[in-house]
C-alpha cells in the first residue's frame, strides 16, 4: 500500500508544479465570462422575461384541469371555490383558451404534471412574477396552495427559465400582485397574499437592477392586484374605480399613462370581464359574454379575442389568472 500512495505523489507531483499560467490557474487559455445575465438569456437560459405589461406577448405557462379539480360541493369554499366544476367543460374551455394563444403566436408551455397537484394549480399567474431577468418564486399565502411553487419551480427549471428569487422566512407573496408600469418601474400590492416582508425582499432585489418598487394596501377583500389596474399600451391603463389608491393614479399619470375606469362595473363585477391578458399594444383576450366591455374597448381602439370562461371562472378566475407570463418583448440586456 505504502509503495502504490509513493508511486502516485510521484506521478501527481510533476504537473501540479507547473501549473502556474495554465488556462485552470488565469493564465494562456483563460477564456473570462464577460456577458452579463440579461444578455445570456436566449441563449444559455432560454428567452424569457418581462418589463411591461403590454408589450407583444411571446410565451406563457399555463395548467390544463385535472381530476384533482373534481371537488365535491361542500368542500368548494374550503377549497376557495365559488362552486364544483364540470371537468370536461372546464377542459374545453382551457383547450380554446389556448388554441387562440397558439393562433396569435404565443408559446404555450404546460405546468408537468406530477403528484400533489393541487386544485388551485390552475391559476398559473398566482406562482410567479416575471422581472426582466427571469422569475421571482411566489409563496402563496394559503395553506391550501401551499407547496404549488416547488412544481413550478421544477417546470421552468426543465424550461432554462431563471429563478432569481426564492421568497425566504414567513413572507407570502402571489405573482399577480407584481406589476410593470415601464421597465424601470414596477408596483406591488401589499395585502391579504402579498406581506410587507416579501414586499421588502422583492424591492431590495430590483433595486440591484435599477428598478424601482411603489407598493400600495390592497383594499380589504379585494385577491390581487391584477384585478384593480390593467395596463394595455405604453399610454393606456384601466383601472377599478373606488378600489384603485388615489397615489397609484398619480403615478401612472406621472409616467405619461391615459388613465380610464374600467368599461363596465357590473360586467366586471358578474363576469370578470376585466380579468384579462394583453397579448400586444391594445389587443386582448378577454372573457366572452361582456358585450358592454368589449364595444367600450373597441372604442378605445382596443382589438378584443373574447373566449368562454363560464365554467373555469367557477373556482374565482379567469384568464388573468389562468395565465403565468413567461415572455414579453423587452429591451435588451
Not at 488556462?23 to 436566449?42: F, I, K, N, T
Not at 364544483?84 to 393562433?103: F, K, N, Q, T
Amino acid at each position: 500500500m505504502s509503495e502504490i500512495i509513493k508511486n502516485n505523489e510521484s506521478e501527481s507531483a510533476s504537473p501540479m508544479a507547473d501549473s502556474f499560467g495554465t488556462a485552470a490557474y488565469g493564465g494562456d487559455g483563460w477564456s473570462p465570462r464577460v456577458r452579463s445575465h440579461g444578455q445570456e438569456l436566449g441563449d444559455l437560459w432560454a428567452d424569457c422575461g418581462i418589463d411591461s405589461e403590454w408589450k407583444p406577448l411571446k410565451s406563457v405557462l399555463v395548467h390544463r384541469p385535472g381530476e384533482e379539480m373534481d371537488i365535491p360541493p361542500e368542500k368548494a369554499n374550503e377549497l376557495q371555490f365559488a362552486e364544483s366544476l364540470d371537468i370536461g367543460r372546464a377542459r374545453a374551455e382551457h383547450d380554446y383558451m389556448v388554441e387562440m394563444y397558439r393562433e396569435n403566436n404565443v408559446r404555450v408551455h404546460y405546468l408537468e404534471r406530477s403528484a400533489g397537484v393541487t386544485p388551485n394549480q390552475l391559476y398559473c399567474a398566482d406562482l410567479f412574477a416575471m422581472t426582466p431577468q427571469g422569475a421571482v418564486l411566489a409563496r402563496p399565502a394559503s395553506t391550501v396552495r401551499a407547496g404549488e411553487e416547488v412544481r413550478v419551480a421544477r417546470t421552468l427549471g426543465n424550461l432554462n427559465i431563471p429563478v432569481i428569487k426564492v421568497l425566504t422566512g414567513t413572507a407570502v407573496f402571489e405573482g399577480a400582485d407584481l406589476m410593470w408600469i415601464d421597465h424601470e418601474t414596477a408596483v406591488i400590492g401589499r395585502g391579504l397574499r402579498t406581506s410587507q416582508d416579501a414586499i421588502s425582499q422583492i424591492t431590495n432585489l430590483l433595486s440591484e437592477t435599477g428598478v424601482r418598487v411603489h407598493a400600495f394596501d390592497m383594499p380589504y377583500g379585494c385577491m390581487h392586484f391584477m384585478g384593480m389596474m390593467r395596463i394595455v399600451d405604453k399610454d393606456l391603463a384601466f383601472v377599478w374605480p373606488r378600489r384603485t389608491p388615489h397615489s397609484l393614479i398619480c403615478l401612472l399619470r406621472e409616467k405619461g399613462l391615459r388613465v380610464m375606469d374600467l368599461a363596465d362595473l357590473g360586467e366586471a363585477s358578474d363576469n370578470m370581464a376585466f380579468n384579462f391578458v394583453v397579448l400586444g399594444p391594445k389587443k386582448i383576450m378577454l372573457p366572452a359574454r361582456n358585450p358592454k366591455t368589449l364595444e367600450i374597448y373597441e372604442s378605445q381602439g382596443l382589438t378584443c379575442i373574447p373566449v368562454p370562461v363560464d365554467e373555469l371562472r367557477k373556482a374565482y378566475g379567469a384568464m388573468g389568472c389562468m395565465t403565468g407570463i413567461l415572455g414579453r418583448e423587452k429591451r435588451s440586456g
